[in-house]
């Protein structure tokens, strides 16, 4: 069993920047492949960045402009945000595989998830 607890939202202005913090337990951590995905009212649930064993992947709406990034000794996930949009408005999750698999992008691929944490960016 994996736990994700998410931190580090909060309100910020369009062109700011923000990093979000995922704090994993349970299984060997550093086998487990990451992401980052977020939800917007009335929108699905939808990717944004993920990270394996040296690799990384991203969302098109997001690419060059934020970085996901792993800490293994410590357990953690982050996601520094740049460059901010209203459209990025949204709540965060992170979310884990199961251990050995490669990247994915499909909600459906992730079996466990965190609780969230909201981004608001005014313009």
């Known amino acids: 069993q994996v736990q994700l607890v998410e931190s580090g939202g909060g309100l910020v202005q369009a062109g700011g920047s923000l990093r979000l913090s995922c704090a994993a337990s349970?299984?060997?951590?550093?086998?487990?492949?990451m992401a980052w995905f977020r939800q917007a009212p009335g929108k699905e649930r939808e990717f944004v960045a993920a990270?394996?064993?040296?690799?990384?992947y991203y969302a098109d709406s997001v690419k060059g402009r934020f970085t996901i990034s792993r800490d293994n000794a410590v357990n953690m996930v982050y996601l520094q945000m740049s460059s901010l949009k209203p459209e990025d408005t949204a709540v965060y999750y992170c979310?884990?595989?199961?251990?050995?698999?490669?990247?994915?992008?499909?909600?459906?691929?992730?079996?466990?998830w965190g609780q969230g944490t909201q981004v608001t960016v005014s313009s």
């Open positions: 990270v394996s064993t040296g690799s990384t």
């Open positions: 349970g299984r060997a951590f550093s086998w487990l492949p």
């Open positions: 979310a884990a595989r199961p251990p050995f698999r490669g990247i994915a992008t499909r909600t459906n691929d992730y079996d466990y």
